[in-house]
């Protein structure tokens, strides 16, 4: 078995602005032709990324680093909150896993994955040094090589700032931008400001699929910008970066994280009332905040769930009803089984009602999210049938991250009235 490898294709100092002697600070305001934004992007994201090439003979070692940590040298908060994002472990367990199971020198098979888990063409150079050295390594019985190379860190800050070993990013906050011989003073040639790295379509570079890819049921396998694009989000000017990245921060918060959940999501309960022998409530979960569908990819699962409850808290049994919110579909992406997303202010109303457990003081309204509910059914049919090969390894380790990955978002107890 092995999951179609689209399914992986999903991605300045001080706060993301450059740090500039006080000399320089003063300059004019960038201005850009029209959609000069999109031009920049359609060079920046051609794939596959060509190579860096030579340095110039001026940067020192460091400045011609692409190593994260080199970058978080002058750029301490960017790189700080680049290690706690997704962004750094996008070359993940599960990833790897199967990575191992392709030919090692099969470069064009491997970009299916990498060209967004580890775009650049470095990265590329060294998976394929790294999957040829396990080889050799499992075949003589030698030990495996140490895990320390570039492409091991998923989307490093080059992977969207260095083209050619020349930097872009943002204009400063007050946008402006530092002229050529300002540039020229700066560490690294200083910076190219342009305003795409404020466009959504940047994201979209890898969060959104082609109208020519991989699609169910009609509707493409992922369609997150496309989605934005359509909603009251785009129209009042909320960008993806708006959200991922507040105050420039390189955090890129999604499904994972708990309080980026919470700030998505309306909760509201209607409290329980008896109607005869039977309990009667009901939840509503709004999409109020994310600007696209929630979830917006096949892999997460969010549960909406009541039950009934007894005077320690406990759960009671036969009481608990519950409705997915999830994009379904089989661990082989053959097909959609069912869409209940939540579109942009798009609702869900779980009605309960249910006869009283003789136990029941009270009713509990949850919602559950399961951010790699896809993945753990994936990883488990791969170790079940041996499909995992020389990643076993590592496949059964993402699992277990996957199964650990869940959370509550809501959790509300209700007592409920007397009789």
Request: net charge negative; proline share 8%.
């Amino acid at each position: 078995m092995a999951l179609p490898v689209l399914l992986f294709a999903l991605a300045a100092c001080n706060r993301g602005e450059t740090v500039v002697p006080p000399a320089l600070a003063e300059s004019s305001p960038l201005t850009e032709p029209v959609d000069a934004a999109g031009a920049f992007l359609d060079r920046h994201w051609a794939r596959p990324l060509a190579a860096q090439g030579e340095p110039p003979k001026h940067f020192s070692p460091l400045e011609a680093s692409l190593v994260p940590a080199d970058c978080g040298s002058c750029h301490p908060e960017q790189y700080r909150d680049w290690q706690t994002s997704l962004h750094a472990h996008a070359m993940g367990p599960g990833l790897m896993g199967q990575l191992l199971a392709m030919d090692p020198g099969a470069r064009d098979e491997h970009q299916d994955c990498i060209r967004c888990h580890a775009p650049l063409a470095e990265q590329a150079d060294a998976l394929l040094a790294e999957l040829a050295a396990t080889e050799q390594a499992s075949a003589s019985g030698a030990p495996l090589p140490a895990a320390a190379s570039v492409h091991q860190q998923g989307v490093i800050c080059a992977a969207c700032h260095v083209r050619a070993h020349q930097r872009s990013g943002p204009p400063r906050r007050d946008g402006s931008a530092p002229d050529a011989a300002q540039n020229a003073a700066l560490p690294h040639a200083g910076f190219v400001a342009t305003g795409a790295f404020e466009d959504a379509r940047f994201c979209s570079a890898c969060h959104q699929f082609q109208p020519d890819e991989y699609a169910l049921n009609g509707k493409l396998l992922e369609n997150t910008y496309e989605e934005w694009k359509a909603s009251r989000h785009a129209r009042e000017g909320r960008s993806c970066q708006s959200c991922h990245m507040p105050e420039r921060r390189h955090l890129w918060r999604g499904i994972h994280d708990p309080e980026m959940v919470r700030a998505a999501v309306a909760f509201s309960v209607d409290s329980g009332e008896w109607v005869n022998n039977a309990i009667r409530a009901a939840l509503n979960i709004r999409n109020t905040g994310a600007g696209h569908y929630l979830p917006t990819y096949v892999t997460p699962r969010l549960v909406a769930e009541i039950e009934q409850l007894d005077s320690e808290g406990r759960s009671l049994p036969g009481t608990r009803v519950e409705q997915l919110i999830q994009r379904q579909v089989p661990v082989d992406l053959g097909s959609e089984i069912a869409d209940t997303r939540l579109p942009p202010d798009g609702e869900l109303r779980l009605v309960y009602q249910r006869p009283a457990h003789r136990s029941a003081v009270a009713l509990a309204y949850r919602l559950r999210v399961e951010p790699d509910e896809f993945y753990a059914r994936f990883y488990r049919a791969l170790l079940a049938d041996g499909g995992a090969g020389k990643g076993q390894e590592l496949i059964a380790l993402a699992l277990k991250q996957a199964e650990s990955s869940a959370f509550l978002a809501f959790d509300e107890r209700r007592e409920l009235p007397q009789r």
